[in-house]
């Protein structure tokens, strides 16, 4: 039913820490899932892959240092056979089991889902925005045409089919505020008039009513075009 897909780099020592600390919990919440992995850099190579080696049983793992995101993962996504895809950066400390997480996707199954951002929950759950949501068991659900958010994430669910489209739409694109290398590249694409809303009403979108995934990594492998 669901895929992971991830497309970094860690070079930092504090970064590395916290992905060698996560891994054992993902690896468990995920354990059903086929993991496409590129680790984009020969910068702690050996221990990425033995953090995802060592907790992750269905592991397609890649080191294709192309330097465009976009491209690289779109050839991850190609592999995937599943209708979700969860697509994640490596930083984030997660605060969710197993049980949990597999009654959030029955929701999202329940109720056609197609994309799901769990990025900034620190943000979307906070009670400002309960109002603009239909309240479900696990989730806050809208329309796409009603998003909180003004760009599609790099840190989200979709379904499989629409990740790649957008994946396939944004190769033409040239760099612009980021590099292609980065994410964010993704992000600037697809930022309003040209991120969620346009999706249109008939696009169900749903944001976790917890912080299932947090963010509080200080360092960042981010840079700007020069």
Known sequence: MLSIVQNFICTKPSRLKLLEQEMPKMGEIFKNCDFFINYGTETNLN??????????????????????????????????????????????????????WDNIMKEIIKNDISYMPVGRLWKYTKKEYWSNYEEGDLLWKYKASDSPGSSLSVDALYKTEILLEKLEQLIPYKATRFPLNLPHHFETVYHEPNGVRPLGPGIMCAVPKTEILIHTQPETETVLNK
């Open 47 to 100: 221990e990425v892959y033995h953090a995802y080696n060592s907790n992750v049983g269905k592991l397609n793992f890649y080191n294709n240092l192309e330097p465009n995101w976009g491209l690289i993962t779109l050839s991850l996504l190609k592999e995937v056979k599943t209708p979700y895809t969860l697509i994640l950066c490596e930083d984030f400390t997660y605060n969710m089991d197993s049980l949990y």
